[in-house]
């Protein structure tokens, strides 16, 4: 009986982990809860358990994933559009998500990309 309780978990866990995924991230986990049909704190008991995290923590990082790669240090970048078309609530919480998650500013890092890249003064 413990095998096919972890099966239907693991499925559980599968599931939503490929929504996570398929959506980059922009997906509410409330909204994930709700059609799985458990409650968050069984979600979340149930992520902990097999993956070592909660569902948010994967959201999080596949949301931020998408925007830094959705960048292009070659084009002019509207800080407001990124962080808007990532879902993030405005440009100062994806300022402060890219800190929390790189340990560097995000003019630093765009200053460091256009560097690099070479259009530094252009």
Sequence with gaps: MRRLCETAVMGLVRHTSSVIAATSGAVAIGDL????GVCSTHLAQRFKEFIGVTPKRPARTYRFAATVFAINPAGPI????LAGG?????????GHEFRALTA???DEALAASLTHAGWAGR
Excluded at 78 to 81: V, Y
């Design 104 to 106: 560097v500013r995000l």
């Design 78 to 81: 509207d800080r407001g559009d």
């Design 33 to 36: 809860r709700v059609a799985a």
């Design 86 to 94: 990532a879902g993030y609530f405005d440009q100062a919480y994806f």
